[in-house]
């Protein structure tokens, strides 16, 4: 029986996986290479920082399914959850948080929690053999050392993308005689959003200086790695067609311009901190230079004096051939004592990691404490997303994935009155199937 485990990586899936370990009366060593060695992305050495969006996405259990992986999450005792929760600044239907006082508080959770250990220390390369039962949840900016071991292990190249990160700029320097604050359709508050509109000219101009304006080159070894879909540079979106962004982030359907006339295109600034004095431009992660960043976002209207308390960037992710690679407990095949968790295996999101994190966590007590893994069913959220980064995924093609309705089991054509079950309400049946089969699991591992 093993008496301690080592959880190498400090973010969400890490911090999760440390929590449920602890909670389930298991010494926990967390190693957390910040700030002996930081990453091109972070700007802290928190635990659980988030160093892209601030929006954990929509919180909508019945007709989203990352909503309902929230759901579940929350259920079967989250950390990352219970955070996210307490620390949440409005955001329409979205669960968005102070992404400072968040990680504070997940680190505060860990280091006061008598059964953790938290280390500052990279990890480099495999770890020690008398490391018995090991968690790797080193995330998209695996350090190479860490991913190199891992090459070694799976006998793979480890695949790689980009992700982007937004700028974020300071409430007190937006122009309110142009922008106003709204939600679309009036969802949360109906006033959670900053909206910054665009006349059809404004639009096209901004469009071409997107795709004009100077990027930062790609190093050698980063120049065909793909992006994610999910997470595009907005010039990257601007390229695929003078449209794109008016039917994307920039839509202006939903909202009312209460200083003009009905806008082409809006751009949405969302909440990025409790005190409401720091807003992120929501879908507008870039690889344009910070320069070239002020100049073409000062030209959006109520952004002409805009103060960048954060610009814009690309960092690279890298993940594993989980269904190559995985067994169905996230533990690596070829070296069993060496479990992942988090954006490593190839799911995509804060949400997804942190929930990758939690089943792996539940599974690493579970052989610790000598029981056999309870999987989640795959009728759940959770089960649906495990399912696809340990075999439901095709290795061939395997990319990361956000939760998605897809990814379930599709549900009946007809409810029981034979009819014929369309759109939403087959989201709805979903998830209402989801929480039904959640129940005896939720049980099962005694949460």
């Known amino acids: 029986?093993?008496?301690?485990?080592?959880?190498?990586?400090?973010?969400?899936?890490?911090?999760?996986?440390?929590?449920?370990?602890?909670?389930?009366?298991?010494?926990?060593?967390?190693?957390?290479?910040?700030?002996?060695?930081?990453?091109?992305?972070?700007?802290?050495?928190?635990?659980?920082?988030?160093?892209?969006?601030?929006?954990?996405?929509?919180?909508?259990?019945?007709?989203?399914?990352?909503?309902?992986?929230?759901?579940?999450?929350?259920?079967?005792?989250?950390?990352?959850?219970?955070?996210?929760d307490s620390h949440k600044v409005p955001?329409?239907?979205?669960?968005?948080?102070?992404?400072?006082?968040?990680?504070?508080?997940?680190?505060?959770?860990?280091?006061?929690?008598?059964?953790?250990?938290?280390?500052?220390?990279?990890?480099?390369?495999?770890?020690?053999?008398?490391?018995?039962?090991?968690?790797?949840?080193?995330?998209?900016?695996?350090?190479?050392?860490?991913?190199?071991?891992?090459?070694?292990?799976?006998?793979?190249?480890?695949?790689?993308?980009?992700?982007?990160?937004?700028?974020i700029v300071t409430k007190d320097s937006v122009d309110f005689t142009q922008a106003w604050f709204q939600s679309r359709y009036d969802k949360g508050t109906g006033s959670d959003y900053i909206n910054c509109p665009l006349s059809k000219e404004q639009y096209y101009a901004f469009v071409d200086a997107l795709i004009e304006g100077d990027k930062v080159p790609f190093h050698e070894w980063e120049k065909d790695t793909p992006y994610f879909e999910g997470c595009l540079p907005i010039e990257v979106m601007a390229a695929r067609g003078r449209d794109t962004l008016a039917y994307g982030p920039m839509k202006p359907v939903g909202l009312t311009n209460p200083n003009g006339p009905k806008p082409f295109a809006v751009v949405q600034l969302r909440q990025d901190n409790a005190l409401g004095t720091l807003f992120n431009l929501v879908g507008f992660q870039t690889k344009l230079r910070h320069g070239e960043q002020a100049r073409i976002f000062r030209a959006i209207p109520g952004?002409?004096?805009?103060?960048?308390?954060?610009?814009?960037?690309?960092?690279?992710?890298?993940?594993?051939?989980g269904p190559r690679v995985l067994d169905s407990t996230l533990r690596l095949k070829a070296q069993p004592r060496l479990r992942l968790a988090g954006q490593i295996t190839g799911c995509e999101g804060y949400v997804e990691s942190a929930a990758i994190g939690?089943?792996?966590?539940?599974?690493?007590?579970?052989?610790?404490?000598?029981?056999?893994?309870?999987?989640?069913?795959?009728?759940?959220?959770?089960?649906?997303?495990?399912?696809?980064?340990?075999?439901?995924?095709?290795?061939?093609?395997?990319?990361?994935?956000?939760?998605?309705?897809?990814?379930?089991?599709?549900?009946?054509?007809?409810?029981?009155?034979?009819?014929?079950?369309?759109?939403?309400d087959r989201k709805k049946l979903t998830a209402d199937r989801a929480r039904e089969a959640l129940i005896p699991w939720i049980e099962t591992i005694g949460k």
């Open 1 to 84: 029986m093993t008496r301690i485990v080592h959880v190498i990586g400090g973010g969400l899936a890490g911090s999760e996986v440390a929590w449920q370990l602890a909670q389930a009366d298991i010494s926990v060593i967390l190693h957390e290479m910040r700030p002996v060695r930081n990453t091109p992305a972070h700007q802290t050495d928190g635990l659980a920082e988030l160093v892209c969006s601030n929006s954990l996405r929509s919180d909508d259990a019945d007709y989203n399914a990352v909503g309902l992986l929230h759901e579940e999450m929350r259920k079967a005792g989250s950390l990352i959850l219970a955070m996210a």
């Open 91 to 167: 955001a329409g239907g979205a669960l968005a948080v102070d992404r400072d006082g968040f990680s504070q508080a997940v680190q505060s959770a860990l280091a006061n929690h008598p059964r953790v250990t938290i280390l500052r220390e990279e990890v480099a390369g495999l770890p020690p053999a008398d490391w018995e039962q090991v968690v790797i949840a080193t995330g998209p900016l695996t350090s190479p050392a860490m991913a190199d071991a891992l090459r070694q292990v799976t006998g793979e190249d480890s695949l790689a993308f980009f992700d982007a990160i937004a700028p």
């Open 303 to 321: 952004l002409g004096n805009a103060e960048f308390a954060r610009l814009g960037g690309l960092h690279r992710n890298t993940f594993v051939n």
């Open 358 to 424: 939690l089943l792996a966590g539940l599974f690493a007590a579970a052989e610790a404490q000598g029981r056999e893994a309870v999987l989640p069913p795959s009728l759940t959220a959770l089960g649906a997303l495990l399912a696809h980064v340990t075999g439901g995924g095709d290795a061939e093609t395997y990319q990361p994935m956000n939760i998605n309705f897809g990814l379930f089991p599709p549900p009946p054509e007809r409810d029981e009155r034979g009819k014929k079950v369309k759109g939403r």
